[in-house]
Every structure is written in structure tokens, then in C-alpha cells.
């Protein structure tokens, strides 16, 4: 936790970028029909996705292990005249509130440690309904040295598939210096 915190306290923060994930913006409006429900978005930092989840229509949760995330995420969101609920929380070791009908990944993936990539997906599984589907951007560069911390197609195949069918997947519009590195996987959960 100290380590996000004192990022915040800095204001050292590269992946704020004033807006959501633009490929999350072109989703929302390419599939104006999704059944809306409840939509979490871990490692929500100052909540510009939650607020696009939001402004769709959905019920949306944001959450951070940073307290000061939260505290910017709560008063951007008032006001920007949205409702949307932000609560300081570690995704890997606390209880879901509830279990939601989306989960939204964003730039979680990549800024955790590498070894901490099991307890990311069996948190996953936790905090996502049986039936629940599983959004993400995924960032697809080599690095080693994060966060961010690298990945590749085949990684992701072989941690998510086990669990989820792949919906669709694209190379989404970004943010203008991550063209081309970002993977966008709209995943159903399966049966265990
Ligand atoms: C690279 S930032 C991305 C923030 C946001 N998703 C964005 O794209 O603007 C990673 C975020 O994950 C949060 N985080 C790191 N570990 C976490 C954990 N175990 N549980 C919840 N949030 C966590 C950090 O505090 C930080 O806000």
C-alpha cells in the first residue's frame, strides 16, 4: 500500500491520463445493448473508468489500495455530477462487498509484481459472479523492470482461458503512447 500512497503523495503518477481507456470509451458505445448491472474496477487509481462504467449506465464500484485514489476518485466523481461508489481496498487479500457482473482490468495487471499474478486471477474469480464477464485492457510490452511489468497474448491465454471463453479480442485506440501495445479480451466466465 505504501508504495501506490507515496506515488500519489508525489503526484508521480505516468498512467493518469485525464481520461478513461479509450478503448473502454469505443466498447461502451459499440455495445449500447450489454444487460447492465454491477461493474468492478480494481486498481480503479482516480476513477476515470468507473465514471465511464457510470455515465453508461451500469452500477460501478471502484476500488484502490491508495487512499489518496480514493479520495480523488470520490470528489472527481461528485463533481462530475455521477454516482459511483470508491472504497480503499487491497483486490488480492479482502472480501468482495458483493460479487459483480463485470470486472473491469486496466493497468492493474501490469502494476502488480509478476509473482502476484495467481493471487490476481483467484482474486478474480472471487469477486466476479459464476456467470460474470471479464473486461480487460491488457498491456502488451516486454519490460521486466516495472511496474509495469510486461506481458504477452500467450501468458494471458494461459491464465484466464481455464476459467473464461474468449468473447472477442482487438487491438483497441489508446492512450497516444501506448498505440499498438494494448490487447483488448472480452471474456465470459465458465463453469468450474
Ligand atoms: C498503474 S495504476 C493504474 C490506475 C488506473 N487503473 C488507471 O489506469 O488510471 C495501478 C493502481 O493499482 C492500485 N493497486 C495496486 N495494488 C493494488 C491492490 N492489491 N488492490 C487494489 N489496488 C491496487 C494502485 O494504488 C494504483 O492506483
Request: aromatic share 14%.
Amino acid at each position: 500500500m505504501e508504495y501506490w500512497e507515496t506515488r500519489y503523495q508525489a503526484q508521480d503518477m505516468p498512467w493518469e491520463k485525464g481520461e478513461p481507456s479509450p478503448g473502454l470509451v469505443d466498447f461502451l458505445a459499440a455495445h449500447p445493448g450489454l444487460s447492465r448491472g454491477a461493474v468492478c474496477v480494481p486498481g480503479c487509481g482516480t476513477g476515470h473508468d468507473v465514471r465511464a462504467w457510470a455515465r453508461a449506465g451500469f452500477q460501478a464500484f471502484g476500488y484502490d489500495i491508495a487512499p489518496s485514489a480514493i479520495r480523488l476518485a470520490t470528489e472527481r466523481t461528485a463533481a462530475a455530477g455521477l454516482t459511483a461508489q470508491f472504497q480503499i481496498s487491497d483486490f488480492f487479500r479482502d472480501s468482495p462487498p458483493l460479487r459483480f457482473d463485470w470486472l473491469f482490468e486496466h493497468t492493474l495487471f501490469c502494476a502488480i509484481q509478476p509473482a502476484e499474478r495467481d493471487d490476481y486471477v483467484r482474486a478474480l474469480l472471487r469477486w466476479l459472479k459464476p456467470d460474470g464477464q471479464y473486461l480487460a485492457v491488457n498491456y502488451l510490452i516486454p519490460d521486466k523492470d516495472g511496474p509495469p511489468f510486461g506481458t504477452t497474448r500467450e501468458e494471458l491465454w494461459r491464465r484466464f482461458s481455464p476459467h473464461f471463453e474468449l468473447l472477442e479480442e482487438w487491438v483497441p485506440r489508446s492512450y497516444p503512447n501506448r498505440t499498438g501495445l494494448e490487447l483488448m479480451l472480452w471474456w465470459q466466465r465458465q463453469p468450474d
